[in-house]
């Protein structure tokens, strides 16, 4: 079982401060690259993992989009997607992703932010997304870049010229990492992007694009607090299909 780190009462607290949080999808700077990413929307069936307070299933369901299932472990993110929607087109469900279990064949696109870092059965939870998907289905989806999740310790390292760089240790020893993020002893599962590109191959899935998430000299401008992320990925965006 994934371990339910946003159900802990502290955690949940301080990720409510967020700006993703709070904004939704706006508060997200990788949002806008994401969607350049997304197939049409409008008549599809969609199932978001790891859906948090529900933000991508209230956006699908504005851009068209007929019968939308989000998943989440966290009974606390799940209730606060309730109480954030009014559309019964959208259906909320508690899962686990490492043992999810979904109809073959059902979805136009199955679509994930910032979870599958946390999954250790990856490759089972791939070939589950792949065979719920139609042919010619997407799966898009965020998460950590694995140069994120190797660092030596949290944190820049300042060299006494001021230049900042980006711990990394033993990048190729995939496994589990722990980081305090919002609290102690979060379990991330660390992977190098070779993985999860080789993963997705096999299952099947054809790779339509791939992306080192970086802030826009825009978005850093608007917010300077973005220009840290201009110096290592933080993230990567992938979309694949599953061939017609």
Known sequence: MTQNI?????????????????DGLDGAAEWPAIRKIL????GRKVVDLGCGY???????????????????????MLNRARELT?????????????NLHLPQQMYHLAYSSLALHYIKALPSLLATVYNALLPGGSFVFSA?????????????LIADNGQKSWPVNSYQAEG?????WLADSVIKQHRTLGTYI????????IITHLEEWGPTAQQIADNPALDEEKERPMLFLLSAKKPE
């Open 144 to 156: 950590e870049h694995p140069i994120y999740t190797a660092p030596k310790q949290p944190g820049w």
């Open 176 to 180: 589990d990492r722990v980081t305090n």
């Open 6 to 22: 946003y159900d802990d009462q502290a955690f949940f607290s301080a990720y409510a401060k967020l700006s993703r949080s709070v």
């Open 86 to 98: 009014t559309d019964e087109n959208i259906i909320y469900r508690q899962e686990d992703l490492e």
């Open 39 to 42: 197939p049409p929307l409008s």
């Open 198 to 205: 080789n993963l997705l191959v096999k299952q099947g899935f």
């Open 54 to 76: 529900g933000w991508f299933c209230r956006y699908v369901y504005s851009q068209g989009a007929t019968d939308i299932v989000g998943l989440d472990l966290s009974e606390r």
